[in-house]
């Protein structure tokens, strides 16, 4: 059985936080790359269909958090509609931006 990396409790199977601390039971992994203002929308639109982000956070080139999208397999259509509005807004502002994706590992 697995136990919680923070405080040692043992985790059931398949849960993704420990019930005692609120800790992610399951590693993350975090992913940075810069990318042009016109490939922005398309770019994210593609990581959302990949499943495995958990979340999208949206930085300018100074490293300033510009949007952060909370990703869960529920966010779809009318969803995420505001969501590409605010990148599109983003996308017409700056020339390159930084996106820092977080994974679920495995």
Do not use: Q
């Not at 199977?13 to 019930?19: I, L």
């Not at 992610?24 to 495995?52: M, Q």
């Amino acid at each position: 059985m697995k136990t919680c990396s923070i405080c040692g409790k043992e985790l059931e199977e398949n849960v993704n936080y420990c019930s005692n601390c609120g800790a992610p039971a399951k590693k993350t992994l975090i992913e940075e790359f810069s990318v042009s203002a016109d490939d922005l929308v398309k770019r994210i639109k593609g990581l959302v269909h990949e499943g495995n982000v958990r979340r999208i956070i949206i930085k300018n080139e100074d490293g300033k958090i510009m949007l952060e999208i909370p990703v869960t397999l529920g966010v779809i259509g009318t969803i995420l509609a505001p969501w590409m509005a605010a990148l599109g807004v983003i996308a017409a502002l700056a020339n390159r931006c930084i996106i820092v994706i977080e994974r679920r590992e495995g």
